[in-house]
T-cell receptor, first 110, second 112 residues
């Protein structure tokens, strides 16, 4: 599975959009981009995933660049409850493993 | 349902004692199951995964073992705990289409 690079930490003001970047320059054609988040002392929570088109659900939007070498997770109106570590991972459906990196620690400020 | 049951939520064990953590899942049959560990302040480390009863793949050689005696049961064990086994242990299952993974609430193990 391709490796991902994320900034170790970010701050965001409450009510503003949080834009979390992820680089995955070695991603291959059949690998999807997944985002999970982990609130302190809880198990990771699935947020969204995509292959090449932008995706949106009730939690967030995922923007994938045309060359698929990077992506951005957007939380449109961040709340204090969105404070968590956000993980970007890439994997193909044919593999069994979900390999997590160190993620981005997002702190939403009041 | 993707419900995952893990227990206990917290556990304090002395060095050298045995360990058995159980995970049971609900939902479709033959799920892919996973054990992860998270040391304090660190990322998630994949320990074991299983694609069926009795089938265990180990990712990191260590003091732990895993077993899958039933389709929806995944057990993490150790014969003798080390201090370095302390951490947050998470069980996960993949969806039927293997497109997403869902995690349990974890067991926080402290070895003293």
């Amino acid at each position: 599975d391709a490796k991902t690079t994320q900034p170790p930490s970010m701050d965001c003001a409450e009510g503003r959009a949080a834009n979390l970047p992820c680089n995955h320059s070695t991603i291959s054609g059949n690998e999807y981009v997944y985002w999970y988040r982990q609130i302190h002392s809880q198990g990771p929570q699935y947020i969204i995933h995509g292959l090449k088109n932008n995706e949106t659900n009730e939690m967030a939007s995922l923007i994938i660049t045309e060359d698929r070498k990077s992506s951005t997770l957007i939380l449109p109106h961040a709340t204090l409850r969105d404070t968590a570590v956000y993980y970007c991972i890439v994997r193909s459906p044919g593999t069994y493993k979900y390999i997590f990196g160190t993620g981005t620690r997002l702190k939403v400020l009041a | 349902s993707q419900t995952i049951h893990q227990w206990p939520a917290t556990l304090v064990q002395p060095v050298g004692s045995p360990l058995s953590l159980e995970c049971t899942v609900e939902g479709t049959s033959n799920p892919n199951l996973y054990w992860y560990r998270q040391a304090a302040g660190r990322g998630l480390q994949l320990l074991f995964y299983s694609v069926g009863i009795g089938q265990i793949s180990s990712e990191v050689p260590q003091n732990l073992s895993a077993s899958r005696p039933q389709d929806r049961q995944f057990i993490l064990s150790s014969k003798k705990l080390l201090l370095s086994d302390s951490g947050f242990y998470l069980c996960a299952r993949a969806t039927e289409t293997n497109t997403e993974a869902f995690f349990g609430q974890g067991t926080r193990l402290t070895v003293v």
